[in-house]
C-alpha cells in the first residue's frame, strides 16, 4: 500500500475511518443546515445570531476540554466514545424532528448546540488520542493526517447535498440524516478488536491533573507557541460558517445551493493540504508558519472579490492553508507529547481551537451585521497574518534550529515511553 495511505494496513484502523466517514459526511451536512435554518428560517439574515449558535457549540470545549482531557487519560478511550457519538446524534434527532414538525424556535436550536457542543467536548480528546491506540507510534503521523482527509473528504461532499436537500425538501431532514450517520460511528466502536489496540496505562485519579497538564505545557515553548496561534486562527481565520454565510447572501446574495457549494470548493483545498501532510513523517515547523502566513494572506484577498466565483475559488488555497496549520499543530503534539499527558494536552489544544472560534463567532457575525461582511473577512484576514508574522519573529528570536531541535527531542522521548 501506498505510504500515503499506510495506516489503512491497520484492521482496526480500517473498521474506524469507515465509520468516521460517514459521520463526518452528516456532520457538514447538518453544519450547512443548522446555518442556513438560523440565518433565513429563524431570523432574517442575522450574522449574530449565526456567531451565537457557533459560539455555543464550541464554547464547551474551551470551558470542560481541560477536565474532558483527564477523563481521556483516565478511562478506556473507546468507551468514552460510545456514550458521547450517541449523545451528537439524539441532539441532531431532536432539533430534525423540531423542524419536521414545524415546531422549532431560536432558542432550541441555541439549545441543541450547547447539548452538542457538550458532548463534542467530552469526545475530542478521547477520539484524537484513541488514533494513537489503533495505529501505534509508527503511524500517528499518517493516521492524523488520514483522520483529516477523511473530515475533509466529507466536507467536499457534505455541503453540496445539504445545499441540494435544503432546497429540495428543506432542512429538517437534513438533521435527521446526520443523526442516521452516527450509527455508523457506533457499530464502527462495536468491530474495533480490543486486543488489538495499543492503549497507553491509564492515569490513576488524583489531585490537580487539570494542573499538572497545564503545568507540562507551560514548560514546553513550542506547545505555548503552538497554542497561542491556534486560539488566535481558530477566533479570526476559520469562522467560516459565519464569513461564508454572511458573503453568500450579504454581498452575493445567492441560495442555499450555492451556499452549500462554498464548503465543498473549500474541501478541494483543505483535502488536498490533508493527502500531502500524509506524506509527511513527522513534525514541521516551517509547515505551521507558512500554514498561517497563507492562511491571513489569501483571506485578505477574499474580502474583495467581486463576484461569487471568485470568492469560491480563492477558498481553495484558504481551506489547503488552513488544514496545513492544523495538521502541523496536532502531529507535533501526537508525536511530541508524553503518552500520559496526550489527553489532557489535546484536550487544550482544541479548548484553545474551538474555544477560539466560540469567541471569536459573536465578533465577526457583529462586525459583518454593523460594518459589511467584507470588513469581518477582511479584520480576520489581517489578524491572522499578523500573528503569522509575529510567530515568525518569535522564532527568529529564539532560533527555529533550536525549537525544531526541542520538537525532535520530545518526539524521540515520547516514543521511547
Known amino acids: 500500500m501506498s505510504a500515503m495511505f499506510r495506516a489503512l494496513e ?23 443546515a443548522q446555518d442556513w435554518l438560523v440565518l433565513t428560517v429563524l431570523t432574517n439574515h442575522s450574522g449574530t445570531a449565526v456567531g451565537v449558535t457557533t459560539s455555543l457549540q464550541f464554547l464547551p470545549m474551551l470551558l470542560l476540554g481541560p477536565y474532558a482531557g483527564v477523563l481521556a487519560d483516565r478511562y478506556r478511550k473507546r468507551r468514552i466514545l460510545f456514550w458521547t457519538q450517541t449523545a451528537m446524534g439524539v441532539c441532531g434527532l431532536i432539533v430534525g424532528l423540531l423542524v419536521v414538525t414545524g415546531a422549532a424556535q431560536l432558542w432550541q436550536v441555541y439549545a441543541a448546540a450547547l447539548a452538542l457542543g457538550i458532548a463534542a467536548a467530552v469526545d475530542g ?4 488520542a484513541f488514533v494513537s491506540e489503533l495505529v501505534g507510534p509508527d503511524n500517528i503521523s499518517n493516521a492524523v493526517a488520514l483522520n483529516s482527509a477523511s473530515f475533509n473528504s466529507a466536507r467536499l461532499t457534505g455541503p453540496a447535498i ?6 429540495w425538501i428543506g432542512t429538517g431532514p437534513v438533521f435527521l440524516l446526520n443523526a442516521a450517520s452516527f450509527v455508523a ?11 488489538q489496540l495499543q492503549p497507553t496505562a491509564p492515569v490513576v485519579r488524583g489531585k490537580h491533573q487539570v494542573v499538572e497538564g497545564l503545568q507540562y505545557v507551560r514548560q514546553r515553548p513550542d506547545l ?31 441560495g442555499p445551493e450555492q451556499f452549500g457549494l462554498l464548503g465543498s470548493i473549500m474541501a478541494v483545498g483543505t483535502l488536498a493540504g490533508a493527502l500531502l501532510a500524509a506524506r509527511r513523517s513527522g513534525p514541521r515547523l516551517r509547515f505551521m508558519l507558512g500554514g498561517a502566513l497563507t492562511l491571513g494572506i489569501f483571506t485578505l484577498f477574499s474580502s ?17 492553508a488552513s488544514i496545513t496549520f492544523l495538521n502541523s499543530c496536532n502531529t507535533t503534539i501526537q508525536l511530541s507529547v508524553e503518552p500520559r499527558f496526550r489527553g489532557r494536552v489535546l484536550a487544550l489544544y482544541l479548548a484553545i481551537l474551538q474555544g477560539g472560534t466560540a469567541m471569536g463567532a459573536p465578533l465577526m457575525g457583529w462586525i459583518g451585521t454593523e460594518f459589511g461582511a467584507r470588513w469581518a473577512v477582511a479584520a480576520g484576514g489581517a489578524v491572522v497574518l499578523m500573528t503569522g508574522v509575529a510567530a515568525v519573529v518569535m522564532v527568529g528570536r529564539r532560533s527555529q534550529a533550536t525549537i525544531r531541535e526541542q520538537v525532535r527531542t520530545s518526539w524521540r522521548r515520547a516514543r521511547a515511553t
Open 162 to 167: 445539504a445545499g441540494v436537500l435544503i432546497a
Open 224 to 254: 505555548v507557541l503552538i497554542l497561542f496561534m491556534v486560539g488566535i486562527l481558530g477566533a479570526f481565520g476559520m469562522n467560516f460558517t459565519v464569513t461564508n454565510s454572511l458573503m453568500s447572501t450579504a454581498v452575493f446574495g445567492v
Open 185 to 195: 460511528v457506533i457499530i464502527s466502536l462495536a468491530r474495533v478488536k480490543t486486543a
Open 125 to 128: 480528546p478521547a477520539r484524537q
Open 304 to 320: 474583495i472579490s467581486p463576484v461569487f466565483w471568485v470568492y469560491a475559488v480563492v477558498l481553495i488555497p484558504v481551506g489547503l
Open 10 to 32: 491497520n484492521p482496526n484502523y480500517r473498521v474506524w475511518a469507515g465509520g468516521a466517514l460517514v459521520s463526518n459526511v452528516g456532520t457538514w451536512m447538518q453544519r450547512v
